[in-house]
T-cell receptor, first 111, second 114 residues
Framework: AQTVTQSQPEMSVQEAETVTLSCTYD???????LFWYKQPPSRQMILVIR??????QNATENRFSVNFQKAAKSFSLKISDSQLGDTAMYFC????????FGPGTSLSVIP | EAQVTQNPRYLITVTGKKLTVTCSQN?????MSWYRQDPGLGLRQIYY???????DKGDVPEGYKVSRKEKRNFPLILESPSPNQTSLYFC?????????????FGPGTRLTVT
């Protein structure tokens, strides 16, 4: 069965600094996608970035980038130049035959 | 505006009193899904639907029912709610069921069962 693990329940970062959130997953599938979602205090789920498993190149969206290591089944999210609005819960998600979410990492950006 | 709506947003009820949480999307999406979110567990899929009249169980379907009579609506039914169903519920939709499509989430429904 597929699993998604986020080993950091809580993290904090100073405004303007860089932070990396970790995610590991387990699957026997070869064709899948990985996602990072952001959930601010408003509870709305917002897609941050997605990565195709068969693409070597790491996805990037403005200040957000991923480090995708397929062999290690690792999919970390790097946030550069952290802003107060980045304070949120972040969920890593696997989408293959099924959709599996990790338990989340609560990120606080400190002024 | 393209969106997924859920009602009610907040609900407090008592054990055993049947309730329905509605979900509607205006994007003509084929795929719809229900999740529950609990601290330390992330989002877990309850039921999903690939199209009208096609529904299937997710990872935690016990105690829930769904129906998909129209493409835009996907209500979640709790026939006899229990306190362990106290949770934050999300409805989501995507154009089709595939691995790449982004899911669009509703605003969430906070349910408390006493």
């Amino acid at each position: 069965a597929q699993t998604v693990t986020q080993s950091q329940p809580e993290m904090s970062v100073q405004e303007a600094e860089t932070v990396t959130l970790s995610c590991t997953y387990d699957t026997s599938e070869s064709n899948y996608y990985l996602f990072w979602y952001k959930q601010p205090p408003s509870r709305q789920m917002i897609l941050v970035i997605r990565q195709e498993a068969y693409k070597q190149q790491n996805a990037t969206e403005n200040r957000f980038s991923v480090n995708f290591q397929k062999a290690a089944k690792s999919f970390s999210l790097k946030i550069s130049d952290s802003q107060l609005g980045d304070t949120a819960m972040y969920f890593c998600a696997f989408r293959g035959d099924k959709v599996i979410f990790g338990p989340g990492t609560s990120l606080s950006v400190i002024p | 505006e393209a969106q997924v709506t859920q009602n009610p947003r907040y609900l407090i009820t008592v054990t055993g009193k049947k309730l329905t949480v509605t979900c509607s999307q205006n994007m003509n999406h084929e795929y719809m899904s229900w999740y529950r979110q609990d601290p330390g567990l992330g989002l877990r899929q309850i039921y999903y639907s690939m199209n009208v009249e096609v529904t299937d169980k997710g990872d935690v379907p016990e105690g829930y029912k769904v129906s998909r009579k129209e493409k835009r609506n996907f209500p979640l039914i709790l026939e006899s709610p229990s306190p362990n169903q106290t949770s934050l519920y999300f409805c989501a939709s995507s154009p089709i069921w595939d691995r790449v499509s982004e899911q669009y989430f509703g605003p969430g429904t906070r349910l408390t069962v006493t």
